[in-house]
């Protein structure tokens, strides 16, 4: 099975922190994936990775970055955190495009609460 | 700006009834449309997806229909039972770098025993 596992199921910072996300896949996928979930705005893509080191921005990168140094792992960095980036944080990740199967597994996220 | 448009928000249904939640997208070059289910403190996962050149796909009681001219597709439950009340959201994608996908707002549906 699939595996995508996020570092925290609940965070609590304070305003202006610096906030670091972690994602670990299993699966040895080349492409992974950061969204924000909001009530009734669906799932938004922040940034996305289709390789170590590689990285692009998604449809709301402002406020965020991302960092991939191993295949496995994806970070999201909240510079300085802000209270409208209170949300739910999901990672996924899938097979490059090639693959016929263009699935993205997700892992079961991270509701951040900034103070 | 959204591109993919989803309907309803929420969806009460009588168990044993059809469901059906609709999605609308705007870019002609999505070429990949899959519907995620999620229950409530999971990720997504896929349940079903079609691409553009079939019309109709069916897995168990789930189908899509998929209307290419009128750049609609629609998820149907038949027999809907009260274990499949969760949140839905359609998506579509281009190909590209990782095949991103952009989801539609999500269906919020409540299957009634």
């Known amino acids: 099975d699939v595996k995508v596992t996020q570092s925290s199921r609940y965070l609590v910072k304070r305003t202006g922190e610096k906030v670091f996300l972690e994602c670990v896949q299993d699966?040895?996928?080349?492409?992974m994936f950061w969204y924000r979930q909001d009530p009734g705005l669906g799932l938004r893509l922040i940034y996305f990775?289709?390789?170590?080191?590689?990285?692009e921005k998604g449809d709301i990168p402002e406020g965020y970055s991302v960092s991939r140094e191993k295949k496995e792992r994806f970070s999201l960095i909240l510079e300085s955190a802000s209270t409208n980036q209170t949300s739910m944080y999901l990672c996924?990740?899938?097979?490059?495009?090639?693959?016929?199967?263009?699935?993205?597994?997700f892992g079961p996220g991270t509701r951040l609460t900034v103070t | 700006q959204q591109q993919v448009k989803q309907s309803p928000q929420s969806l009460i249904v009588q168990k044993g009834g059809i469901s059906i939640i609709n999605c609308a997208y705007e870019?002609?070059?999505?070429?990949?449309f899959p519907w995620y289910q999620q229950f409530p403190g999971k990720g997504p996962a896929l349940l079903i997806a079609?691409?553009?050149?079939?019309s109709e796909k069916k897995e168990g009681r789930f189908t899509i229909s998929f209307n290419k001219s009128a750049k609609q597709f629609s998820l149907h439950i038949m027999d809907s039972q009260p274990g499949d009340s969760a949140t839905y959201f359609c998506?579509?994608?281009?190909?590209?770098?990782?095949?991103?996908?952009?989801f539609g707002s999500g269906t919020q549906l409540t299957v009634l025993p």
């Open positions: 996924a990740s899938s097979f490059p495009p090639r693959d016929p199967s263009y699935e993205q597994y």
């Open positions: 699966m040895d996928h080349e492409n």
């Open positions: 990775s289709y390789d170590v080191k590689m990285k």
């Open positions: 870019n002609t070059a999505f070429d990949y």
């Open positions: 079609i691409r553009p050149d079939v």
């Open positions: 998506a579509a994608s281009i190909g590209g770098s990782a095949r991103q996908l952009t």
